[in-house]
């Protein structure tokens, strides 16, 4: 939903014609897309951050995050970001990333797959979402997050048998 959002309103290049065979506005558009996602507003933002950064954006389902973000086509190269989209309005509300263990769990999972966590947290900064206007003033804050590995982060020591360098 968020791309053909974005191929509308964004890009202008694709029109969506509703079931009374009317081509939908933006006004429109965007109160269907509310309608069938409440969170439609904050994960739009965030897919739209990564398109304007020339990121190839696909559903992250398979990986259990919300989006994954291809440096080029799909066909071409494997993903290299999970991305998980966090609103600071919402209090977590959608219960990702709460305890620990789902923290660790997300993390080690992207490590396994090749990838690198990254949040996109959504700040509506008291702007409302009745109209794609809106989008403007929401902030995006990104945060790449790593598991770190003592083994790849020593700087040319060896581990001798007696276990002392």
């Known amino acids: ?3 053909a959002f974005y191929l509308c309103y964004t890009l202008k290049c694709l029109k969506i014609v509703g079931e009374d065979e009317c081509t939908k506005n933006e006004e429109e558009l965007w109160n269907y897309m509310k309608s069938k996602i409440e969170t439609f507003p904050t994960f739009f933002k965030a897919y739209s951050h990564l398109r304007t ?5 696909r559903p992250g389902s398979q990986y259990g995050v919300d989006f994954v973000a291809y440096r080029h086509h799909p066909a071409l190269v494997h993903s290299e970001y999970a991305v998980l989209v966090l609103s600071e309005d919402d209090d977590n509300a959608n219960g990702r990333l709460r305890v620990w263990s789902d923290f660790h769990c997300t993390l080690r999972l992207c490590g396994s797959v090749a990838k690198t966590l990254l949040t996109l947290c959504i700040g509506k900064n008291g702007a409302g979402d009745v109209f794609p206007s809106c989008l403007e003033r929401y902030s995006v804050e990104e945060r790449t997050i ?19 360098a």
């Open 53 to 57: 950064r020339n990121w190839v954006v």
């Open 146 to 164: 790593t598991r770190w590995s003592a083994e790849q982060s020593r700087e040319g020591k060896t581990i001798v048998e007696n276990g002392t």
């Open 1 to 3: 939903m968020e791309e």
